[in-house]
């Protein structure tokens, strides 16, 4: 199964956290984010069905956050095909 990693600032992590669905994996993966970086940046390792379940949240909670969330998915799914 593949796994991606995603970089979101303090505000959309944050966001995502409050409105992810208890014990979906996308919920999980916000739970095991990395500490902040330098420059606020949480990573997050997910497995694919996380991602569309943080880009579902991300759609009715903080559109920004979606937008993020399909630019990366996007390149790293094109690299690995």
């Known amino acids: 199964m593949a796994s991606y990693a995603l970089y979101l600032n303090g505000n ?3 966001t995502l956290l409050a409105n ?3 014990g979906s994996e996308a919920h999980t ?3 095991g984010a990395l500490r902040p970086t330098p ?3 949480r990573g997050i390792v997910c ?6 379940e943080l880009l579902l949240t991300a759609e009715r909670s903080c559109p920004e956050a979606a937008v ?3 630019k990366q998915f996007e390149r ?5 095909e």
């Open 20 to 22: 992810a669905v208890l």
């Open 76 to 80: 790293q799914k094109s690299r690995s």
């Open 68 to 70: 993020e969330i399909s």
């Open 39 to 41: 420059t606020n940046l």
């Open 47 to 52: 497995s694919e069905k996380a991602v569309w």
């Open 12 to 14: 959309l992590y944050s």
């Open 29 to 31: 993966a916000l739970l």
